[in-house]
């Protein structure tokens, strides 16, 4: 038993819903007591789609166990099929169905309906929303396209002469982040480089796009946490190599172009010259220098956490101070990203463990999910969301890929505008006792979206840790003079002197001073300590 | 003159209307979904669901509005070592309990709340709950309740958190003077409101269950009269009545009418003299009437169609059928609980089309070929029908505010106008 307060994924059966919601003219009937309709809302309201998913649940109540609820799966699959007259059927369980063991394969296989109908097992007590995403996917892909494979050990046939490349672009599905504007972005790269798209699945592919995914020269992964196991499954089953390179940020999407060239055998040059970003001059721009080092903590699925902490540390010149996810499916490239960055993988679903962190860390920039955002506001830590769980807020009405060129020059915006701006940083740092440049004033350039820390009391104990709120600096509500940390006392000219510190950088500045004076035996936290701290640590 | 006679008083409206009962897939929300609301309520109660990620994402997702708000609720998810028995469930359960109160010292009332998985491997939370209460003796109460899905539909989850609650209120003494319970989450500031008017009345000793605070329990006894101010809590009425109390049958207290019944319920059975009653009542129907007034020419006439979701829906249809004059296309619940909606019943209009249960997709053709002005449905079927051109209002809103009473009678009218006027005014956006 775990205990959670907020969960970073929901369960695989959710994963398999954004699935079916992804494709055209696919229907899953899931057997699922009262209740478990509210994933409808995920998709009408989150991501305001305008259509209902296409799922029917059997809904079954106390009442229903004592009878057949075999039966009510039956009819409702029945009934689905007449109804909707889907190209292919999935059919499956949530966590309750599954432990009344109805077997809703064998149900709807028994039903001898005239379409594909495909089984899903998805263990809802070990896995979650992602693996259920990828493992739908993978079982629809095998079940549609798998009667189309070769032999096995056939050489997959060399492109004519002279014919067009192409590819199938691999992952997006329903309530994914930002998958909408990433494949626009992507599909248009690909074509003006000269490589045919034939498939894009899940989103917008049909039971029969699926069938003929073998018929593209390659496939291009965009989600290897939702695509990763159907590539592969294509790689072996019909030899299309699939490509690895994440184009989020400016350096990947050359080294994506690149990997594509080879893919599709096209020359790489010209390839390069298909477009390019504006932000990798934004970063080399004077006007930049300010966010030279600052420390930024990356969390999210896997793949984005791994793509924004490279982002971070080569194309913005930010210091990555922490990297962790939430998806242990994704634990091992993380762990490598962390080895690189020098810092310690965090590899959890537990949300108080990553505010811990976030605390001890004392970031200057969170690249986080919504969570993180919460996270942060809490802390007066300025974020940007990169990765899924999905907000309202993560669907905009405009156009803002996360990938390819435009994707970098969204990353630039969006990750720099939470931050405080260069000279206003150091106005705010010279004129601490400018009546209008109190610690709740936000920069002026912030909208609504501007964090200020919340007084230390709104941080409650179950969200935070005590060791970690001491760590955090949050025990400024203590007077000056009594003790803070252990031993430790600030002198009230020294605690005064601390006030004088821009907010979004005294958390630090507590935190080092404290760790100065023990580390040097003082007892008595002076402005003194204070400045031979500032000296000892740099900024 | 026709020759069959009619039994049936002239006005007795739906009292004995046929009902459409309707097995088939529910889009309805399950108990869990209450403890958004009565977790803001009962400010020292801590909500312990014992379920699955399912539940986890479930209060997460419906309480999506909220998400940043500090939650006094958590999911102690069940994984396959608890199934497969590797993990001795109660000790589990210990161990996240333990946890949970020594992160929350605050805590003085936790509930653990049951679920669909917790139900169906029958794992014994009622136990479960005395065994912890014994641990945390003195320091926080642990009682349990369903808020299962297979037991318990959306606002169902309230009642039998308060059904839960009852055997804790301490017992009025036998020949205590009467007093009056007013039963059922409403905004603080409709609580107050509620309690003003009583007093004013002359009706002193009036209480209001759930509590703000565990800690201030009222009693219960034989000289107890309940007043709902909710239709759903069934349970929790016959919890009470078990303890003597005595439940007052009256419409619910939306819009001016329902109020003004529910109030003189109580009046009656505290002996409020009329005039008493007249004084204290008049200037508030008043307002309520000038305010409600204000939305009648942008709801007369409309036509509305209610898809089942809080059990609100009746006098929701009553109100709006009577003092704002829409017509009722089909009124949908998803239970109706005859007994405690006899006076609803009573007051809606002869012919009224009932339901009660749901087969959505039958339901949503029905509501298609009904051509509404406005339907009442949940946040999954909301979006789907705006992009069709109907318009709608959510009903989960209907629970978040606070319409009950003379003075949010207007408010009330304006949540069902609000959306009629949002399509008037994009009138010339395209679709």
Known sequence: ?539 | MNAVIDFRPRDAGCADAPVLRERGQREVFCGLTGIIWLHRKIQDAFFLVVGSRTCAHLIQSAAGVMIFAEPRFATAIIDDRDLAGLADANDELDRVVGRLLERRPDIKLLFLVGSCPSEVIKLDLHRAAQRLDGVFRGRTRVLNYSGSGIETTFTQGEDACLAALVPELPAAASAAAPDLLLVGTVADIVEDQFLRTFRAMGIERVAAFPPRRSTELPAVGPNTRILLTQPFLGDTVRALEARGAKHLAAPFPLGEEGTTLWMHAAADAFNVPKARFEQVVAPLQERARSGIARYREALAGKRIFFFPDSQLELPLARFLSRELGMQLLEVGTPYLHRQLLGKELELLPAGTALSEGQDVERQLDRCESAGPDIVVCGLGLANPLESRGITTKWSIELVFSPIHGFDQAADLAELFARPLNRRDRLVALER
């Open chain 1, 1 to 539: 038993m775990q205990l959670t307060l907020w969960t970073y994924e929901g369960p695989p059966h959710v994963g398999a819903m954004r699935v079916a919601t992804a494709l055209e003219d696919v229907h899953y009937v899931l057997h699922a007591p009262q209740g478990d309709t509210y994933a409808d809302l995920l998709f009408t309201m989150i991501e305001r789609l305008p259509k209902r998913p296409p799922v029917t649940y059997t809904t079954f109540q106390a009442r229903d166990l004592g009878g057949d609820t075999a039966e009510l799966f039956k009819n409702a699959a029945r009934e689905a099929h007449e109804r909707f007259k889907p190209a292919a059927m999935m059919v499956g369980a949530s966590c309750t169905a599954e432990l009344i063991q109805d077997d809703p394969g064998g149900l709807a296989a028994a039903l001898d309906l005239p379409i594909p109908v495909v089984a899903l097992e998805l263990p809802s007590y070990q896995k979650k929303e992602n693996w259920g995403a990828a493992e739908t996917f993978y079982q629809m892909v095998r079940g549609l396209a798998g009667p189309h494979a070769p032999a096995p050990g056939t050489p997959r046939p060399p492109r004519v002469a002279g014919a067009q490349p192409s590819c199938n672009i691999l992952g997006p599905t329903a309530l994914g982040f930002r998958h909408r504007d990433d494949v626009r972005e992507i599909r248009g790269l690909l074509e003006s480089i000269g490589v045919e798209v034939r498939v894009v699945a899940p989103q917008g592919a049909t039971a029969a796009d699926l069938a003929r995914l073998g018929e593209a020269d390659f496939n291009v992964v965009l989600y290897p946490e939702t695509a990763g196991s159907t590539a592969n499954w294509l790689q072996r089953n019909f030899g299309q190599q699939y490509t690895r390179t994440i184009p989020i940020g400016a350096i990947a999407t050359r080294e994506f172009i690149a990997e594509v060239a080879d893919l599709a055998g096209i020359d790489p040059e010209r390839a390069q010259a298909a477009g390019r970003s504006r932000a990798p001059w934004y970063s080399r721009s004077v006007d930049s220098t300010y966010l030279t080092g600052k420390r930024v903590f990356v969390f999210g699925d896997g793949t984005h956490a791994v793509a924004a902490a490279r982002v971070a540390a080569e194309e913005f010149g930010f210091t990555v101070v922490g990297i962790g996810t939430y998806s242990r499916e994704f634990a091992r490239e993380v762990r490598a990203a962390a080895d690189k960055y020098g810092v310690e993988p965090l590899i959890t679903d537990d949300y108080l463990e990553v505010e811990a962190r976030v605390a001890e860390l004392q970031p200057e920039l969170v690249l986080g999910t919504q969570m993180e955002r919460h996270i942060a506001k809490r802390l007066g830590v300025p974020c940007a969301v990169i990765s899924a769980p999905v907000h309202v807020q993560d669907f905009p009405a405009r156009y803002a890929p996360q990938m390819g060129f435009e994707g970098a020059n969204v990353l630039f915006d969006t990750w720099v505008h939470p931050l405080m701006m260069g000279l206003e940083e150091h106005l705010l740092g010279m004129f601490r006792e400018d009546f209008e440049f109190h610690d709740g004033a936000a920069a002026s350039h912030l909208g609504h979206g501007s964090s200020r820390p919340q007084p230390p009391e709104a941080i409650s104990p179950i969200a935070m840790g005590e060791a970690a709120a001491a760590a955090a600096g949050l025990a400024t509500s203590a007077p000056a003079g009594e003790p803070v940390a252990g031993e430790l006392v600030w002198a009230a000219d020294a605690q005064k002197e601390l006030g004088k510190i821009p907010f979004f950088v005294r958390g630090k500045a507590r935190r080092n001073t404290e760790a100065y004076a023990s580390q040097h035996g003082v007892a008595l936290i002076t402005v003194e300590t204070l400045y031979e701290a500032k000296a000892h640590y740099g900024r």
